[in-house]
Protein backbone atom coordinates (compact mmCIF):
# COMPACT_ATOMS: atom_id res chain seq x y z
CA UNK A 1 0.00 0.00 0.00
CA UNK A 2 1.33 3.47 -1.27
CA UNK A 3 1.96 6.37 1.20
CA UNK A 4 -1.07 8.05 -0.06
CA UNK A 5 -3.54 5.27 0.37
CA UNK A 6 -2.73 4.66 3.56
CA UNK A 7 -2.86 8.56 4.51
CA UNK A 8 -6.69 8.43 2.88
CA UNK A 9 -7.43 5.09 4.96
CA UNK A 10 -6.07 6.98 8.36
CA UNK A 11 -7.91 9.97 8.04
CA UNK A 12 -10.78 7.82 6.69
CA UNK A 13 -10.91 6.09 10.54
CA UNK A 14 -10.42 9.24 12.26
CA UNK A 15 -13.55 10.75 10.37
CA UNK A 16 -15.16 7.90 11.38
CA UNK A 17 -13.96 7.75 15.17
CA UNK A 18 -15.23 12.06 15.09
CA UNK A 19 -18.92 11.27 13.91
CA UNK A 20 -19.38 8.59 16.18
CA UNK A 21 -21.98 10.29 18.76
CA UNK A 22 -20.70 11.21 21.97
CA UNK A 23 -22.82 9.58 25.04
CA UNK A 24 -24.40 11.79 26.46
CA UNK A 25 -24.82 12.17 30.90
CA UNK A 26 -27.63 9.93 32.73
CA UNK A 27 -30.99 11.46 32.46
CA UNK A 28 -31.98 14.57 34.76
CA UNK A 29 -34.07 12.72 37.34
CA UNK A 30 -31.90 9.89 37.64
CA UNK A 31 -29.25 12.65 38.67
CA UNK A 32 -31.54 14.12 40.97
CA UNK A 33 -32.70 10.98 42.73
CA UNK A 34 -29.53 9.89 43.09
CA UNK A 35 -28.17 13.25 44.57
CA UNK A 36 -30.75 13.24 47.14
CA UNK A 37 -30.11 9.93 48.63
CA UNK A 38 -26.88 11.25 49.07
CA UNK A 39 -27.90 14.39 50.84
CA UNK A 40 -29.57 11.15 53.39
CA UNK A 41 -26.13 9.88 54.33
CA UNK A 42 -25.26 11.07 57.68
CA UNK A 43 -21.57 9.08 57.61
CA UNK A 44 -19.33 7.86 54.52
CA UNK A 45 -16.10 7.08 56.29
CA UNK A 46 -14.52 5.21 53.63
CA UNK A 47 -15.60 8.14 50.98
CA UNK A 48 -17.50 5.28 49.26
CA UNK A 49 -19.45 8.20 47.45
CA UNK A 50 -16.62 10.19 46.80
CA UNK A 51 -17.56 10.05 42.93
CA UNK A 52 -20.90 11.21 43.62
CA UNK A 53 -20.69 15.04 42.50
CA UNK A 54 -23.11 16.83 40.62
CA UNK A 55 -22.53 17.42 37.09
CA UNK A 56 -20.63 14.38 36.05
CA UNK A 57 -22.10 11.46 34.43
CA UNK A 58 -23.70 9.95 36.81
CA UNK A 59 -23.83 6.47 35.05
CA UNK A 60 -19.84 6.78 36.23
CA UNK A 61 -20.46 6.65 39.60
CA UNK A 62 -19.23 3.84 41.97
CA UNK A 63 -22.16 1.48 42.19
CA UNK A 64 -24.39 2.47 39.35
CA UNK A 65 -25.08 1.00 36.01
CA UNK A 66 -26.80 2.09 33.07
CA UNK A 67 -28.30 1.32 29.96
CA UNK A 68 -29.03 3.72 27.46
CA UNK A 69 -28.26 6.52 30.03
CA UNK A 70 -30.58 5.57 32.55
CA UNK A 71 -29.58 3.88 35.85
CA UNK A 72 -30.62 0.85 35.96
CA UNK A 73 -29.00 -0.94 39.43
CA UNK A 74 -27.71 0.88 42.61
CA UNK A 75 -25.36 -1.69 44.23
CA UNK A 76 -23.51 -0.53 47.35
CA UNK A 77 -21.65 -3.06 50.21
CA UNK A 78 -19.69 -2.66 53.11
CA UNK A 79 -16.92 -5.33 54.01
CA UNK A 80 -18.21 -6.86 57.39
CA UNK A 81 -14.25 -7.32 58.38
CA UNK A 82 -13.49 -3.46 57.92
CA UNK A 83 -15.26 -1.65 59.76
CA UNK A 84 -15.08 1.53 58.14
CA UNK A 85 -16.81 1.03 55.03
CA UNK A 86 -20.72 1.36 55.99
CA UNK A 87 -22.98 4.15 55.28
CA UNK A 88 -25.19 5.39 57.52
CA UNK A 89 -28.22 7.47 56.84
CA UNK A 90 -32.26 7.02 55.46
CA UNK A 91 -32.94 5.44 52.47
CA UNK A 92 -34.02 8.77 51.09
CA UNK A 93 -37.50 8.06 48.78
CA UNK A 94 -36.12 10.12 46.03
CA UNK A 95 -34.58 7.10 44.71
CA UNK A 96 -38.34 6.37 43.28
CA UNK A 97 -37.20 9.10 40.57
CA UNK A 98 -35.08 6.29 39.45
CA UNK A 99 -37.81 4.71 37.23
CA UNK A 100 -35.88 2.53 34.93
CA UNK A 101 -33.84 0.71 38.40
CA UNK A 102 -34.45 -2.48 38.20
CA UNK A 103 -31.95 -3.79 41.07
CA UNK A 104 -31.33 -2.35 44.56
CA UNK A 105 -28.43 -3.83 46.32
CA UNK A 106 -27.45 -2.10 49.84
CA UNK A 107 -25.55 -5.16 51.83
CA UNK A 108 -23.55 -5.06 54.76
CA UNK A 109 -24.37 -0.91 55.62
CA UNK A 110 -25.85 1.08 58.22
CA UNK A 111 -29.06 2.01 56.86
CA UNK A 112 -31.85 2.96 59.48
CA UNK A 113 -35.60 3.56 59.38
CA UNK A 114 -38.91 1.94 58.18
CA UNK A 115 -39.97 -0.39 55.71
CA UNK A 116 -38.74 2.08 52.09
CA UNK A 117 -42.15 2.35 50.83
CA UNK A 118 -40.11 3.88 47.32
CA UNK A 119 -39.63 0.86 46.23
CA UNK A 120 -44.00 0.34 45.40
CA UNK A 121 -43.10 3.71 42.91
CA UNK A 122 -40.42 1.67 40.98
CA UNK A 123 -42.67 -0.35 37.98
CA UNK A 124 -39.55 -1.52 36.65
CA UNK A 125 -38.02 -3.34 40.41
CA UNK A 126 -37.18 -7.11 39.78
CA UNK A 127 -34.13 -7.41 42.51
CA UNK A 128 -34.01 -6.19 45.99
CA UNK A 129 -31.40 -6.82 48.31
CA UNK A 130 -31.18 -4.54 51.09
CA UNK A 131 -29.08 -6.91 53.87
CA UNK A 132 -27.26 -6.69 56.79
CA UNK A 133 -28.75 -2.84 57.60
CA UNK A 134 -30.98 -1.55 60.43
CA UNK A 135 -34.26 -1.07 59.09
CA UNK A 136 -37.35 -1.89 61.62
CA UNK A 137 -41.20 -1.80 61.67
CA UNK A 138 -43.11 -3.93 60.08
CA UNK A 139 -43.11 -5.43 56.53
CA UNK A 140 -46.58 -3.25 54.95
CA UNK A 141 -48.99 -5.35 53.61
CA UNK A 142 -48.96 -3.81 50.58
CA UNK A 143 -45.15 -5.62 49.61
CA UNK A 144 -47.92 -7.92 47.88
CA UNK A 145 -48.20 -5.22 45.15
CA UNK A 146 -44.61 -5.83 44.14
CA UNK A 147 -45.82 -8.70 42.20
CA UNK A 148 -42.99 -8.25 39.45
CA UNK A 149 -40.24 -9.16 42.08
CA UNK A 150 -37.84 -12.27 41.05
CA UNK A 151 -36.07 -11.95 44.24
CA UNK A 152 -36.60 -10.51 47.86
CA UNK A 153 -33.88 -10.13 50.28
CA UNK A 154 -34.14 -8.25 53.93
CA UNK A 155 -31.61 -10.79 55.35
CA UNK A 156 -30.52 -9.63 58.91
CA UNK A 157 -32.72 -6.32 59.31
CA UNK A 158 -34.52 -5.52 62.36
CA UNK A 159 -38.04 -5.93 60.97
CA UNK A 160 -40.75 -7.17 63.38
CA UNK A 161 -44.42 -8.16 63.52
CA UNK A 162 -45.77 -11.09 61.24
CA UNK A 163 -45.28 -11.87 57.86
CA UNK A 164 -47.76 -10.05 55.59
CA UNK A 165 -49.99 -12.81 54.23
CA UNK A 166 -49.93 -10.57 50.78
CA UNK A 167 -46.59 -11.70 50.34
CA UNK A 168 -48.09 -14.75 48.46
CA UNK A 169 -49.15 -12.84 45.76
CA UNK A 170 -45.04 -12.26 44.46
CA UNK A 171 -45.46 -15.25 42.86
CA UNK A 172 -42.05 -14.37 40.25
CA UNK A 173 -39.98 -14.42 43.30
CA UNK A 174 -37.21 -16.81 43.11
CA UNK A 175 -35.47 -15.89 46.32
CA UNK A 176 -37.34 -14.98 49.27
CA UNK A 177 -35.09 -14.00 52.46
CA UNK A 178 -36.30 -11.97 55.27
CA UNK A 179 -33.86 -14.57 57.72
CA UNK A 180 -32.28 -12.68 60.64
CA UNK A 181 -34.77 -10.55 61.64
CA UNK A 182 -37.25 -9.96 64.42
CA UNK A 183 -40.38 -11.32 62.80
CA UNK A 184 -43.41 -13.24 65.01
CA UNK A 185 -46.11 -15.57 64.36
CA UNK A 186 -46.26 -18.27 61.69
CA UNK A 187 -45.41 -18.70 58.17
CA UNK A 188 -48.60 -17.62 55.94
CA UNK A 189 -50.01 -20.62 54.07
CA UNK A 190 -50.32 -18.52 51.09
CA UNK A 191 -46.87 -18.70 50.48
CA UNK A 192 -47.00 -22.08 49.08
CA UNK A 193 -48.23 -19.75 45.89
CA UNK A 194 -44.82 -18.60 45.30
CA UNK A 195 -44.06 -22.08 43.13
CA UNK A 196 -40.63 -20.54 41.70
CA UNK A 197 -38.91 -20.38 44.97
CA UNK A 198 -35.34 -22.01 44.71
CA UNK A 199 -34.32 -20.62 48.39
CA UNK A 200 -36.55 -20.05 51.18
CA UNK A 201 -35.13 -18.28 54.28
CA UNK A 202 -36.57 -17.52 57.36
CA UNK A 203 -34.10 -18.10 59.90
CA UNK A 204 -33.33 -16.44 62.93
CA UNK A 205 -36.57 -15.00 64.03
CA UNK A 206 -39.03 -15.73 66.48
CA UNK A 207 -41.69 -17.35 64.49
CA UNK A 208 -43.48 -20.38 65.67
CA UNK A 209 -46.70 -22.81 65.43
CA UNK A 210 -45.89 -25.79 63.08
CA UNK A 211 -43.70 -25.56 59.54
CA UNK A 212 -46.72 -25.84 56.82
CA UNK A 213 -46.67 -29.11 54.74
CA UNK A 214 -47.06 -27.01 51.78
CA UNK A 215 -43.35 -28.42 50.25
CA UNK A 216 -45.07 -30.06 47.26
CA UNK A 217 -45.31 -26.47 45.92
CA UNK A 218 -42.05 -25.75 45.72
CA UNK A 219 -40.51 -27.63 42.51
CA UNK A 220 -37.21 -25.99 41.72
CA UNK A 221 -35.95 -25.41 45.85
CA UNK A 222 -32.84 -25.79 46.52
CA UNK A 223 -32.28 -23.91 49.90
CA UNK A 224 -34.07 -24.40 52.94
CA UNK A 225 -33.53 -22.39 56.04
CA UNK A 226 -36.32 -22.23 59.17
CA UNK A 227 -33.17 -22.79 61.41
CA UNK A 228 -33.24 -20.83 65.39
CA UNK A 229 -37.13 -19.84 65.43
CA UNK A 230 -39.65 -21.45 68.06
CA UNK A 231 -41.50 -23.93 65.56
CA UNK A 232 -43.18 -27.40 66.99
CA UNK A 233 -44.54 -29.91 65.64
CA UNK A 234 -43.20 -32.56 63.64
CA UNK A 235 -41.22 -32.31 60.18
CA UNK A 236 -43.88 -31.98 57.93
CA UNK A 237 -44.20 -35.06 55.40
CA UNK A 238 -44.41 -32.77 52.02
CA UNK A 239 -40.90 -31.98 52.47
CA UNK A 240 -40.11 -35.42 51.02
CA UNK A 241 -41.40 -33.51 47.54
CA UNK A 242 -37.74 -31.40 47.61
CA UNK A 243 -35.75 -34.90 47.27
CA UNK A 244 -34.36 -34.27 43.73
CA UNK A 245 -33.19 -30.63 44.19
CA UNK A 246 -32.60 -29.38 48.12
CA UNK A 247 -29.21 -29.25 48.69
CA UNK A 248 -29.46 -27.05 52.23
CA UNK A 249 -32.69 -28.52 54.29
CA UNK A 250 -31.93 -26.51 57.93
CA UNK A 251 -34.34 -27.11 60.85
CA UNK A 252 -32.14 -26.99 63.83
CA UNK A 253 -32.73 -24.62 66.80
CA UNK A 254 -36.01 -24.73 67.16
CA UNK A 255 -38.97 -27.16 69.28
CA UNK A 256 -39.48 -29.95 66.85
CA UNK A 257 -40.49 -33.69 68.25
CA UNK A 258 -40.90 -36.69 66.57
CA UNK A 259 -38.43 -39.16 64.29
CA UNK A 260 -36.39 -38.16 61.25
CA UNK A 261 -38.28 -39.12 58.58
CA UNK A 262 -37.37 -41.86 56.43
CA UNK A 263 -37.53 -39.89 53.37
CA UNK A 264 -34.58 -37.94 54.17
CA UNK A 265 -32.43 -40.80 52.53
CA UNK A 266 -34.07 -40.10 49.08
CA UNK A 267 -32.30 -36.52 48.78
CA UNK A 268 -29.21 -37.67 47.06
CA UNK A 269 -28.40 -33.32 46.16
CA UNK A 270 -27.79 -32.61 49.72
CA UNK A 271 -25.49 -30.80 50.88
CA UNK A 272 -25.84 -29.69 54.11
CA UNK A 273 -28.60 -30.94 56.80
CA UNK A 274 -28.85 -29.24 60.12
CA UNK A 275 -31.62 -30.56 62.82
CA UNK A 276 -29.67 -29.61 66.01
CA UNK A 277 -31.38 -28.35 69.22
CA UNK A 278 -34.86 -29.57 68.56
CA UNK A 279 -36.89 -32.84 70.63
CA UNK A 280 -36.41 -35.21 67.70
CA UNK A 281 -36.40 -39.00 68.96
CA UNK A 282 -35.19 -42.52 67.58
CA UNK A 283 -32.88 -43.60 65.54
CA UNK A 284 -31.63 -42.63 62.53
CA UNK A 285 -33.14 -43.68 59.55
CA UNK A 286 -30.78 -46.51 57.88
CA UNK A 287 -31.73 -44.91 54.59
CA UNK A 288 -28.90 -41.82 55.53
CA UNK A 289 -26.49 -44.77 53.91
CA UNK A 290 -27.99 -43.30 50.38
CA UNK A 291 -26.83 -39.60 51.39
CA UNK A 292 -23.22 -40.00 49.77
CA UNK A 293 -23.15 -36.35 48.56
CA UNK A 294 -23.33 -34.89 52.11
CA UNK A 295 -20.93 -32.61 53.25
CA UNK A 296 -22.37 -31.05 56.29
CA UNK A 297 -24.11 -33.26 59.25
CA UNK A 298 -25.53 -31.54 62.44
CA UNK A 299 -27.49 -33.88 64.70
CA UNK A 300 -26.62 -32.80 67.64
CA UNK A 301 -28.48 -31.88 71.29
CA UNK A 302 -31.29 -34.15 70.20
CA UNK A 303 -33.29 -37.20 72.05
CA UNK A 304 -31.46 -39.43 69.16
CA UNK A 305 -30.80 -43.51 70.23
CA UNK A 306 -28.45 -46.55 68.50
CA UNK A 307 -27.53 -47.95 66.12
CA UNK A 308 -25.96 -44.99 64.02
CA UNK A 309 -25.94 -46.01 60.48
CA UNK A 310 -22.63 -46.60 58.40
CA UNK A 311 -22.21 -43.92 56.08
CA UNK A 312 -21.20 -44.04 52.51
CA UNK A 313 -19.51 -40.38 52.43
CA UNK A 314 -16.94 -40.03 50.46
CA UNK A 315 -15.66 -36.62 51.89
CA UNK A 316 -17.48 -35.30 55.28
CA UNK A 317 -16.74 -31.40 55.94
CA UNK A 318 -18.27 -31.30 59.26
CA UNK A 319 -20.40 -33.17 61.70
CA UNK A 320 -22.08 -33.04 64.85
CA UNK A 321 -23.64 -35.64 66.66
CA UNK A 322 -23.11 -34.62 69.75
CA UNK A 323 -25.32 -35.10 73.19
CA UNK A 324 -27.65 -37.93 71.65
CA UNK A 325 -27.76 -41.02 72.86
CA UNK A 326 -25.09 -42.60 70.40
CA UNK A 327 -22.80 -45.32 71.87
CA UNK A 328 -20.44 -45.19 68.92
CA UNK A 329 -17.39 -46.60 70.43
CA UNK A 330 -14.92 -45.41 67.94
CA UNK A 331 -15.18 -42.24 65.52
CA UNK A 332 -16.78 -43.68 62.22
CA UNK A 333 -14.40 -44.88 59.73
CA UNK A 334 -16.04 -42.55 57.06
CA UNK A 335 -14.95 -39.91 59.12
CA UNK A 336 -11.47 -41.04 59.41
CA UNK A 337 -11.05 -41.40 55.78
CA UNK A 338 -12.43 -38.22 54.87
CA UNK A 339 -9.60 -35.77 53.48
CA UNK A 340 -11.48 -32.83 53.62
CA UNK A 341 -12.84 -32.53 57.32
CA UNK A 342 -12.86 -29.37 59.24
CA UNK A 343 -15.29 -29.58 61.77
CA UNK A 344 -15.44 -32.68 64.35
CA UNK A 345 -18.04 -32.81 66.67
CA UNK A 346 -18.63 -35.80 68.74
CA UNK A 347 -19.15 -34.60 72.67
CA UNK A 348 -20.76 -37.61 74.77
CA UNK A 349 -21.00 -40.22 71.53
CA UNK A 350 -19.67 -43.06 74.03
CA UNK A 351 -16.43 -43.15 72.11
CA UNK A 352 -14.01 -45.49 73.94
CA UNK A 353 -10.82 -45.27 72.61
CA UNK A 354 -6.80 -44.39 72.89
CA UNK A 355 -6.06 -40.46 71.18
CA UNK A 356 -3.01 -42.00 69.51
CA UNK A 357 -4.75 -45.15 67.66
CA UNK A 358 -6.92 -42.80 65.72
CA UNK A 359 -5.01 -41.77 62.77
CA UNK A 360 -7.50 -39.67 60.60
CA UNK A 361 -6.22 -39.43 57.16
CA UNK A 362 -6.22 -35.29 56.66
CA UNK A 363 -5.49 -32.95 59.63
CA UNK A 364 -4.55 -29.64 57.72
CA UNK A 365 -8.03 -28.57 57.66
CA UNK A 366 -8.99 -28.93 61.07
CA UNK A 367 -10.72 -25.95 62.52
CA UNK A 368 -13.21 -27.45 65.01
CA UNK A 369 -12.85 -30.66 66.97
CA UNK A 370 -14.63 -31.70 70.27
CA UNK A 371 -14.43 -35.07 71.88
CA UNK A 372 -15.88 -34.04 75.57
CA UNK A 373 -17.46 -36.27 77.54
CA UNK A 374 -16.47 -39.83 76.19
CA UNK A 375 -13.89 -42.08 77.49
CA UNK A 376 -10.99 -41.25 75.88
CA UNK A 377 -7.13 -41.91 76.65
CA UNK A 378 -3.61 -41.11 75.89
CA UNK A 379 -2.51 -37.84 74.55
CA UNK A 380 -3.88 -35.25 71.53
CA UNK A 381 -0.56 -34.03 71.02
CA UNK A 382 0.37 -36.35 67.98
CA UNK A 383 -3.08 -35.38 66.58
CA UNK A 384 -2.79 -31.38 67.28
CA UNK A 385 0.60 -30.93 66.62
CA UNK A 386 0.09 -31.40 63.44
CA UNK A 387 -3.19 -29.00 62.75
CA UNK A 388 -1.92 -25.42 61.59
CA UNK A 389 -5.30 -23.92 61.36
CA UNK A 390 -6.99 -25.21 64.09
CA UNK A 391 -9.38 -22.47 66.29
CA UNK A 392 -10.84 -24.86 68.99
CA UNK A 393 -10.11 -28.21 70.60
CA UNK A 394 -12.28 -29.35 73.39
CA UNK A 395 -11.68 -32.37 74.98
CA UNK A 396 -13.24 -32.39 78.78
CA UNK A 397 -14.55 -34.68 81.04
CA UNK A 398 -11.47 -37.90 79.17
CA UNK A 399 -8.95 -39.53 80.92
CA UNK A 400 -6.65 -37.77 78.58
CA UNK A 401 -2.69 -37.76 80.14
CA UNK A 402 -0.57 -35.40 78.55
CA UNK A 403 2.50 -32.84 79.23
CA UNK A 404 0.76 -29.45 78.41
CA UNK A 405 3.81 -27.61 77.60
CA UNK A 406 4.22 -30.07 73.90
CA UNK A 407 1.58 -28.78 73.01
CA UNK A 408 1.71 -26.11 69.59
CA UNK A 409 -0.62 -23.87 70.24
CA UNK A 410 -0.70 -22.26 66.76
CA UNK A 411 -1.83 -18.57 66.08
CA UNK A 412 -5.63 -19.57 65.12
CA UNK A 413 -6.36 -21.21 68.52
CA UNK A 414 -9.36 -19.29 69.95
CA UNK A 415 -10.76 -22.05 72.47
CA UNK A 416 -9.37 -24.94 74.57
CA UNK A 417 -11.06 -26.70 77.08
CA UNK A 418 -9.08 -29.63 78.63
CA UNK A 419 -10.62 -29.84 81.59
CA UNK A 420 -11.20 -32.74 83.73
CA UNK A 421 -8.61 -34.96 82.59
CA UNK A 422 -4.93 -36.25 83.52
CA UNK A 423 -2.86 -33.40 82.21
CA UNK A 424 0.01 -32.59 83.65
CA UNK A 425 2.88 -29.97 83.60
CA UNK A 426 3.05 -25.98 83.58
CA UNK A 427 0.65 -23.83 81.49
CA UNK A 428 2.48 -22.39 78.52
CA UNK A 429 2.65 -18.64 77.80
CA UNK A 430 1.28 -18.92 74.18
CA UNK A 431 -2.13 -19.37 76.05
CA UNK A 432 -2.35 -15.96 76.63
CA UNK A 433 -3.59 -15.31 72.81
CA UNK A 434 -7.12 -17.56 73.26
CA UNK A 435 -10.21 -16.15 73.71
CA UNK A 436 -11.37 -19.16 75.70
CA UNK A 437 -9.28 -21.44 78.06
CA UNK A 438 -10.43 -24.41 80.57
CA UNK A 439 -7.55 -26.48 82.46
CA UNK A 440 -9.03 -26.53 85.27
CA UNK A 441 -9.16 -30.43 87.73
CA UNK A 442 -6.02 -31.56 86.08
CA UNK A 443 -2.47 -32.06 87.32
CA UNK A 444 -0.76 -28.90 86.87
CA UNK A 445 1.65 -27.23 88.30
CA UNK A 446 3.74 -24.08 88.57
CA UNK A 447 3.58 -20.90 88.62
CA UNK A 448 0.93 -19.18 85.64
CA UNK A 449 1.62 -16.99 82.74
CA UNK A 450 -0.20 -13.45 82.48
CA UNK A 451 -3.62 -13.98 81.23
CA UNK A 452 -6.69 -12.57 81.30
CA UNK A 453 -8.82 -16.16 82.51
CA UNK A 454 -10.34 -15.89 85.26
CA UNK A 455 -9.37 -18.25 88.70
CA UNK A 456 -12.08 -21.04 87.37
CA UNK A 457 -10.24 -21.55 84.48
CA UNK A 458 -7.74 -22.88 86.21
CA UNK A 459 -9.18 -24.48 89.60
CA UNK A 460 -8.17 -27.90 91.16
CA UNK A 461 -4.63 -28.56 89.56
CA UNK A 462 -2.08 -29.47 91.44
CA UNK A 463 0.31 -26.55 92.79
CA UNK A 464 -0.66 -24.18 90.12
CA UNK A 465 -0.25 -20.35 91.32
CA UNK A 466 -0.09 -16.74 90.58
CA UNK A 467 -2.95 -14.40 89.65
CA UNK A 468 -5.94 -14.79 89.45
CA UNK A 469 -5.02 -17.71 91.97
CA UNK A 470 -3.47 -17.75 94.92
CA UNK A 471 0.74 -16.08 94.49
CA UNK A 472 3.47 -18.09 94.35
CA UNK A 473 5.16 -18.95 97.60
Known amino acids: MNMKK ?38 DPSNKLSSWKPGTDCCTWAGINCLNNRVTSLSLGGQPDQPNTFLSGKISPSLAKLKFLDGIYL ?14 GLPNLQYVYIEHNRLSGRIPDKIGNLTQLGALSFYYNQFTGPIPSSISKLTRLTQLNLGGNLLT ?21 GLSGPIPDFFSSFSELRILRLSRNKFSGKIPASISALAPKLAYLELGHNALTGQIPDFLGNFKALDTL ?37 LKVKGIESLDLSYNSFHLNQIPKWVTSSPIIYSLKLAKCGIKLKLEDWKPAETYFYDFIDLSENEITGSPIGLLNKTDFLVGFSASGNKLKFNLESLRIVK ?27 VSH ?21 CLCGAPLAPCK
Open 412 to 438: TLKQLDLSRNLVFGKVPSGVSGLDRLN
Open 185 to 205: GSIPYGIQNLKSLTLFNLEQN
Open 6 to 43: LSFLLLAILTLRCLKPISSACHVDDEAGLLAFKSGITA
Open 274 to 310: DLSYNGLSGIVPQRFVNLTKIFNLDLSHNYLTDPFPQ
Open 442 to 462: NHLCGPLPATKFAASAFLGND
Open 107 to 120: QNLNFSGPFPDLLF
